[in-house]
Antibody, heavy 117, light 112 residues
Framework: EVQLVESGGGLVQPGGSLRLSCAAS????????MHWVRQAPGQGFMWVSG????????TYADSVKGRFTISRDNAKNTLFLEMNSLRVEDTAVYYC??????????WGQGTLVTVSS | DIVMTQTPLSSPVTLGQPASISCRSS???????????LSWLQQRPGQPPRLLIY???NRFSGVPDRFSGSGAGTDFTLKISRVEAEDVGLYYC?????????FGQGTKVEIK
């Protein structure tokens, strides 16, 4: 059974930083692209960033480019999202999502990031 | 970016009656490998999304057969043949053919 456990969210002031983690199990983590997708309160979904299985190729939404950094540790089956220069509009639940053929197959419970003064 | 537009945004349905949600993409969703990565997700209140349909029409494991997906090109449809109380929630289409993945605005299915 696929399990995705996101952590690291919390309350941070505008301009602050947070590091999110996603512990994955139940599938061959090192074989898949991994993505972060977020959902602002009462809103829809926005893809944030993705990283290829090799950990080298990365891609970002324009709104987070230069502020967020995605990375992974295939030995520990863990995905990360380093978030700097946080803005109020980054407030959302952040989910890690494997890039499976059945797109959107697996979701964790997410971790809530609140950016507020 | 590919824009995904869902209609309607709200769908009040009588129990046992059908429901249909449309999703239109601003560009075709056929990947260079020939597959079309169009999925439908269900989100119940306070829950993460759940995959219902992938690659336009493939029902995911454990999804009741009253859910079906169809379409091609830029027009896609999710149908619920007979709405049950547990189907209340938000439904989203998403495309994973091209980065960035993009999502429809969501359609709220509720019981009349």
């Amino acid at each position: 059974e696929v399990q995705l456990v996101e952590s690291g969210g919390g309350l941070v002031q505008p301009g602050g930083s947070l590091r999110l983690s996603c512990a994955a199990s139940g599938f061959t983590f090192s074989s898949y692209w991994m993505h972060w997708v977020r959902q602002a309160p009462g809103q829809g979904f926005m893809w944030v960033s993705g990283i290829k299985s090799d950990g080298i190729t990365t891609t970002y939404a324009d709104s987070v480019k230069g502020r967020f950094t995605i990375s992974r540790d295939n030995a520990k089956n863990t995905l990360f999202l380093e978030m700097n220069s946080l803005r109020v509009e980054d407030t959302a639940v952040y989910y890690c999502v494997p890039g499976t053929i059945a797109a959107g197959r697996d979701w964790g419970q997410g971790t809530l990031v609140t950016v507020s003064s | 970016d590919i824009v995904m537009t869902q209609t309607p945004l709200s769908s009040p349905v009588t129990l046992g009656q059908p429901a249909s949600i449309s999703c239109r993409s601003s560009q075709g969703l056929v990947h260079s490998n020939g597959n079309t990565y169009l999925s439908w997700l269900q989100q119940r209140p306070g829950q993460p999304p759940r995959l219902l349909i992938y690659e336009i029409s493939n029902r995911f494991s454990g999804v009741p057969d009253r859910f079906s997906g169809s379409g091609a090109g830029t027009d896609f449809t999710l149908k619920i043949s007979r709405v049950e109380a547990e189907d209340v929630g938000l439904y989203y289409c998403m495309q994973a053919t091209q980065f960035p993945w993009t999502f429809g605005q969501g359609t709220k299915v509720e019981i009349k």
